[in-house]
């Protein structure tokens, strides 16, 4: 079935340092979405992507929609004390709206 | 509009007995989800709605789990008889018709002893 496979697991970093993460699939994406979750929070939407090639921001945050449509990078700048949590890839699949989701990248800033 | 509402934010019972949790969705969306999370298996998405109706309950984990909709605003989850291996947090989500986007309450972290 459709899996996302997404890396790193965690993250530590310095504040200020720039932060990568990526999804990766073995089936085709329509949609790219990417979460953030907090302790004690529910997963809130970053940004969305809904076509190839695309790159979208969201202030310091940027993802991009890989041209195979088949993977999909986050990247923070400047990383900041209240960027800690974990971010979760997730894509629709083809049949219906059940989201198919990553395992989450846990980002740990060192003080 | 207030986002997507969960209660109660934390449930401790004992084993055996009944659990309800609640949801009110984003007004105006058309589909609901539950979601169950727990640090070994990740978010696992139990049942969806789509205009109330049950769609897709094969992440229901058996038969003592059963979610109902009766109307645009509200669904429940409940768990009868409850177990310790139940212990989650479980989530509520809501997203517009033809839109991907789902949007999560809080959740409930629910603790069965």
Same mark, same amino acid.
């Given at each position: 079935?459709q899996q996302l496979n997404q890396s790193?697991?965690?993250?530590?970093?310095?504040?200020?340092?720039?932060?990568s993460m990526n999804c990766t699939s073995s089936s085709i994406f329509n949609t790219w979405?990417w979460?953030?979750?907090?302790?004690?929070?529910? %997963?809130?939407?970053?940004?969305?992507l809904?076509?190839a090639g695309e790159l979208? *921001? =969201?202030?310091? #945050?940027?993802a991009q929609f890989g041209i195979t449509r088949k993977d999909s990078f986050l990247n923070?700048?400047?990383?900041? %004390?209240?960027?800690?949590?974990?971010?979760?890839c997730a894509g629709?699949?083809? *049949? =219906?709206?059940? #989201?198919i989701?990553g395992?989450?990248?846990?980002?740990?800033?060192?003080? | 509009?207030?986002?997507?509402?969960?209660?109660?934010?934390?449930?401790?019972?004992?084993?055996?007995?009944?659990?309800?949790?609640?949801?009110?969705?984003?007004?105006?969306?058309?589909?609901?989800?539950?979601?169950?999370?727990?640090?070994?298996?990740?978010?696992?998405?139990?049942?969806?709605?789509?205009?109330?109706?049950?769609?897709?309950?094969?992440?229901?984990?058996?038969?003592?789990?059963?979610?109902?909709?009766?109307?645009?605003?509200?669904?429940?989850?409940?768990?009868?008889?409850?177990?310790?291996?139940?212990?989650?947090?479980?989530?509520?989500?809501?997203?517009?018709?033809?839109?991907?986007?789902?949007?999560?309450?809080?959740?409930?972290?629910?603790?069965?002893?």
């Amino acid at each position: 079935g459709q899996q996302l496979n997404q890396s790193p697991q965690s993250m530590f970093i310095q504040e200020g340092e720039d932060v990568s993460m990526n999804c990766t699939s073995s089936s085709i994406f329509n949609t790219w979405l990417w979460y953030k979750q907090e302790p004690g929070e529910g %997963p809130v939407l970053l940004i969305a992507l809904y076509k190839a090639g695309e790159l979208t *921001s =969201n202030g310091r #945050l940027t993802a991009q929609f890989g041209i195979t449509r088949k993977d999909s990078f986050l990247n923070i700048s400047a990383s900041i %004390p209240s960027d800690v949590g974990i971010y979760f890839c997730a894509g629709p699949m083809w *049949s =219906n709206y059940q #989201l198919i989701w990553g395992a989450g990248t846990k980002l740990i800033i060192k003080p | 509009d207030a986002g997507v509402i969960q209660s109660p934010r934390h449930e401790v019972t004992e084993m055996g007995q009944e659990v309800t949790l609640r949801c009110k969705p984003i007004s105006g969306h058309d589909y609901l989800f539950w979601y169950r999370q727990t640090m070994m298996r990740g978010l696992e998405l139990l049942i969806y709605f789509n205009n109330n109706v049950p769609i897709d309950d094969s992440g229901m984990p058996e038969d003592r789990f059963s979610a109902k909709m009766p109307n645009a605003s509200f669904s429940t989850l409940k768990i009868q008889p409850s177990e310790p291996r139940d212990s989650a947090v479980y989530f509520c989500a809501s997203s517009l018709n033809s839109n991907a986007e789902a949007f999560f309450g809080q959740g409930t972290r629910l603790t069965v002893v």
